[in-house]
């Protein structure tokens, strides 16, 4: 149905930057928004940013708002976590993740799609 891969993931320094990318493939017509969890090391996974696909509308967790920013490029089918002044708690496997509707849901239950997951790494 749709098929969605992260990258960009990797190790950088407190204070650091990422782009994380998610490539989305297949049926890609009936995916009306896009989202962005993170699960650290024997956590539950946790909603990070939403992104409408048509509008551009976004709406982050307050932990992150100043901090990440979720954009989208349509033409390219592809969806981007810019993340900014990275602390060591942001160390988790990011995942991206795809759903029918655009009203904003904070719950992974919500979603229809998955990537693999990226895994961020944030020293101190």
């Known amino acids: 149905q749709v098929q969605l891969v992260e990258s960009g993931g990797g190790l950088v320094q407190a204070g650091g930057s990422l782009r994380l990318s998610c490539a989305v493939s297949g049926r890609t017509v009936g995916v009306r928004s896009m989202a962005w969890f993170r699960q650290a090391s024997g956590k539950e996974r946790e909603f990070v940013a939403h992104i409408s696909r048509l509008s551009g509308s976004t709406y982050y967790v307050d932990d992150v708002k100043a901090r990440f920013t979720i954009s989208r490029d349509n033409a390219q089918n592809t969806v981007y976590l810019q993340m900014n002044s990275l602390k060591p708690e942001d160390t988790a496997v990011y995942y991206c993740?795809?759903?029918?509707?655009?009203?904003?849901?904070?719950?992974?239950?919500?979603?229809?799609?998955w990537g693999r997951g990226t895994q961020v790494t944030v020293s101190s």
């Open positions: 993740a795809a759903r029918s509707s655009v009203v904003v849901a904070t719950t992974a239950q919500d979603y229809d799609y």
